[in-house]
Nanobody, 115 residues
Framework: QVQLVESGGGLVQAGGSLRLSCVAS????????ANWFRQAPGKQRELVAA???????TYADSVKGRFAISRDAVKNTVYLQMNSLKPEDTAVYYC?????????WGQGTQVTVSS
């Protein structure tokens, strides 16, 4: 069945880096949209980065120049490289895609940035 599994979250000091991974199963991730969302306590879930099927990428203004989304088609995996992390990046990060007209989400991975 279709499944997304995130990993790579953790506790990091401000200015540090983390790389999140999202491993897909049950479909070919490289030909589907791949999105990273995040949700901080008390806030709405927001789109952080997107890898579109035409090869383009888009980013939220708050992460431009610091985050990078990429794909590994062989591993059926999408990554989110996060650099120069700030305390306001603290959130649960979710991987998302759509397949056969349905949205799929991973279970989320916690990222905590200390000041």
């Amino acid at each position: 069945q279709v499944q997304l599994v995130e990993s790579g979250g953790g506790l990091v000091q401000a200015g540090g880096s983390l790389r999140l991974s999202c491993v897909a199963s049950g479909f070919t991730f490289s030909i589907r949209p791949a999105n990273w969302f995040r949700q901080a306590p008390g806030k709405q879930r927001e789109l952080v980065a997107a890898a579109n099927t035409d090869g383009t990428t888009t980013y939220a203004d708050s992460v431009k120049g610091r985050f990078a989304i990429s794909r590994d088609a062989v591993k059926n995996t999408v990554y989110l490289q996060m650099n120069s992390l700030k305390p306001e990046d603290t959130a649960v990060y979710y991987c998302n895609t759509d397949y056969l007209f349905r949205a799929y989400w991973g279970q989320g991975t916690q990222v905590t940035v200390s000041s």
